[in-house]
Each structure stands twice: as C-alpha cells, then as structure tokens.
C-alpha cells in the first residue's frame, strides 16, 4: 500500500535509542485514540464510523497502557508532548469543507496506521527480547485492521470512487512527507 518504505537508517536510529523511541509511540498510541474519538464527536451521525471508531480509540488507549508498562520495566517516564512534524505536515493537506475533510480524516488514518504497520513490523523482526519482539509483531497486526477499519468506514460513508481518488493523493502525500522529514529514533 506504501508509495515508500522506511529506510534503513530509521531502523538503526530505533535500536540506537529505543528509550526515546518507547516514550514516542506511548505519545502516539494515545494521540491516535483521541484522533479516533475526535472523530466521533465531530461525526456523531455516522454509525459505523461511531461503532468502529470507538473500538479503535479502546485499542488504541490500551496499546498506550501496554507501551507505558514497558516505558515502567525501563524506569522511563512518560515525556512532554511534542509536535509530530509527519503527522503536522500531512494534516495541513486535509481539505476544511464537512466531506472532504471526513474524507481525508478517514483515508489519512488508514495511510499513518500503514505506516505504523510497516514499522512496527520491522522493530519486531529486528528485537532481540523474544517478548518485546512479540509485543510489535501483534501491533503491526493491529495497525494493519485499523488501517482496513479507516477504508471500511470511508468507503461506507463517501463514494468508493471518491474514496479511492483520496487514498492514491494520501499515498503519494505521505511518501513525499516521510522523505521530507529527518530520520529520529521516534515512530514517524
């Protein structure tokens, strides 16, 4: 599904400092669930995407548990929040009017859980720790239904058509933003 794939060198910079990479995707899996929430609220009267949003935004918060009680087995702490300057980037491209925004939201949560998917598959076949390897494996499945779930809900609310216009724009966006951004050890 991706137009470009995580390079090498954000897989060694993960591994160099998997500390600061912890505290990052504790940030992100409890963004991501009030992403989902947020949705909701702004879409109260859309039930599938209410349904299936809140069963993200519960799976979401509860990886969020499960990253901070690994951060705990370190003896990290949670950190500030910090701007995500992929997430930032791609979210000033979503159109402002009611559908096209919904449209957007929708296809974008499917492209960043993507790319979730992806990196959290890689860290899990490069760990070392059988446990915290396993922990990424089942994530990157997760990802990988939540970013079904976004299309599922797109393509039932908005015409498939429209739906697959916007995933081919959010595809080539997303590559663009990821070579655009300088390589850390954080999750985007």
């Known amino acids: 599904m991706l137009r470009a794939q995580s390079s090498p060198q954000w897989l060694q910079a993960v591994l160099g400092d998997f500390d600061s990479f912890l505290v990052d995707h504790a940030a992100n899996e409890r963004k991501a669930s009030a992403n989902a929430l947020s949705l909701v609220v702004h879409y109260p009267d859309q039930g599938l995407l209410v349904d299936t949003l809140i069963e993200i935004a519960r799976e979401e918060l509860d990886h969020f548990q499960q990253v901070y009680q690994w951060m705990k087995r370190r003896g990290l702490k949670l950190g500030r929040d910090e701007k995500d300057p992929y997430v930032n980037k791609l979210l000033k491209a979503t159109r402002n009017d009611r559908e096209g925004r919904l449209l957007d939201r929708l296809v974008l949560g499917s492209v960043i859980e993507a790319r979730g998917c992806e990196r959290f598959g890689l860290v899990a076949?490069?760990?070392?720790?059988?446990?915290?390897?396993?922990?990424?494996?089942?994530?990157?499945?997760?990802?990988?239904?939540?970013?079904?779930?976004?299309?599922?809900?797109?393509?039932?609310?908005?015409?498939?058509?429209?739906?697959?216009?916007?995933?081919?724009?959010?595809?080539?966006?997303?590559?663009?933003?990821?070579?655009?951004?300088?390589?850390?050890?954080?999750?985007?």
């Open 125 to 188: 076949k490069a760990l070392d720790d059988e446990e915290l390897a396993k922990f990424y494996h089942d994530l990157a499945k997760s990802e990988a239904q939540h970013r079904e779930d976004f299309l599922k809900v797109a393509r039932a609310v908005i015409d498939p058509v429209k739906v697959d216009e916007a995933l081919d724009r959010w595809l080539d966006k997303e590559a663009e933003v990821l070579n655009s951004i300088p390589i850390r050890a954080k999750l985007h």
